[in-house]
């Protein structure tokens, strides 16, 4: 139950990051990359206060980065 919590809390903070970029559309590369950084960092660290096992929250953070980018990708073929 608490990887579910986690996943869910993860996509938010993957939503947040979506609209953040959609903000910063001028800013370089290098500067989305060190942000998305940033946000998986802090999903990591979320992961690991919650869950308390570090292999746990590896792969939650993993399995949450991969269905959110996933989906938003898909969602934008589909509708753009």
């Given at each position: 139950m608490k990887?579910?919590?986690?996943?869910?809390i993860q996509n938010i903070l993957f939503g947040t990051y979506s609209i953040i970029e959609w903000f910063s559309v001028r800013d370089k590369m290098q500067a989305k990359l060190l942000?998305?950084?940033?946000?998986?960092?802090?999903?990591?660290?979320?992961?690991m206060a919650i869950i308390h096992?570090?292999?746990?929250?590896v792969i939650t953070t993993?399995?949450?980065?991969i269905f959110y980018f996933s989906f938003q990708s898909l969602f934008y073929y589909l509708f753009f």
């Amino acid at each position: 139950m608490k990887s579910y919590v986690v996943f869910l809390i993860q996509n938010i903070l993957f939503g947040t990051y979506s609209i953040i970029e959609w903000f910063s559309v001028r800013d370089k590369m290098q500067a989305k990359l060190l942000l998305l950084g940033i946000f998986i960092y802090l999903s990591y660290v979320l992961a690991m206060a919650i869950i308390h096992k570090k292999k746990q929250a590896v792969i939650t953070t993993a399995i949450s980065f991969i269905f959110y980018f996933s989906f938003q990708s898909l969602f934008y073929y589909l509708f753009f």
